[in-house]
């Protein structure tokens, strides 16, 4: 298993300001995700974080408001630029640890945007 | 396009069984996931189905039909703390997550 911890837990942001949520994994792990769950729904792919290269974005998911870094096996970022009410959701960190491994994830970040 | 398909909402008692459907439509199919997620926490990992049949594990049971594709999760002996969310996720022949809605279940005395 991995266990992985995000910072921060939760915040509370004010519109046009940017925020970056940390996650870190206690092994190395191949692929690392972000994902977005709104309240009441289900869970968004929001990126797939790549080791030394640019995140694979999903559809309605760019970079220029979503910035994903990874700098190594253990370790990503996600930063939401420019926020606005509408991105308040949990953000949550998940990792598998192989093509057809079971998909770990964080505790997410609970961002509130007024 | 993809779909997963499961109840919104389900009722049951405690001490009691419950049976959660999920149904799927996918580009491939690379195993089928059940997560549970309470309130305000993240999911966490109940069961993987690759091929057909049951897999049981201490109370909770997932069932896997390839040809319908169709799975079920399986909880017995119900208790107050199973109240939650569970998510069924089918990955499809890229290796990606498909998750369904979920379904809330609501544990009643």
């Known amino acids: 298993s991995a266990v992985i911890s995000q910072k921060p837990s939760r915040d509370i942001c004010q519109r046009g300001t940017s925020l970056t949520i940390q996650c870190q994994v206690d092994?190395?792990?191949?692929?690392m995700f972000w994902y977005r769950q709104q309240p009441g729904q289900s869970l968004t792919l929001i990126a797939t974080?790549?080791?030394?290269?640019?995140?694979?974005?999903e559809s309605g998911f760019v970079i220029d408001k979503f910035p994903i870094s990874r700098p190594n096996l253990t370790f990503s970022t996600l930063t939401v630029s420019n926020m606005s009410p509408e991105d308040s959701s949990i953000y949550l960190c998940s990792v598998r640890t192989g093509d057809g491994g079971e998909q770990f994830f964080g505790p997410g970040t609970r961002l509130t945007v007024l | 396009g993809q779909n997963i398909d499961q109840p919104t909402e389900m009722t049951a008692t405690e001490g009691a069984i419950v049976q959660i459907n999920c149904t799927y439509q996918t580009s491939g199919f690379n195993g089928l996931f059940w997560y549970q997620q309470h309130a305000g926490e993240a999911p966490t990992f109940l069961s993987y189905?690759?091929l057909d049949g049951l897999e049981e594990k201490g109370r909770f049971s997932s069932f896997l039909s390839r040809s319908k594709g169709y799975s079920y999760l399986l909880l017995k002996e119900l208790q107050m703390k199973d109240s939650a969310s569970y998510l069924c996720a089918v990955m499809d022949s890229n290796y990606q997550l498909i998750w369904g809605a979920g379904t809330k279940l609501i544990i009643k005395p």
């Open positions: 974080a790549n080791q030394g290269s640019e995140a694979t974005y």
């Open positions: 092994s190395q792990v191949t692929m």
């Open positions: 189905n690759v």
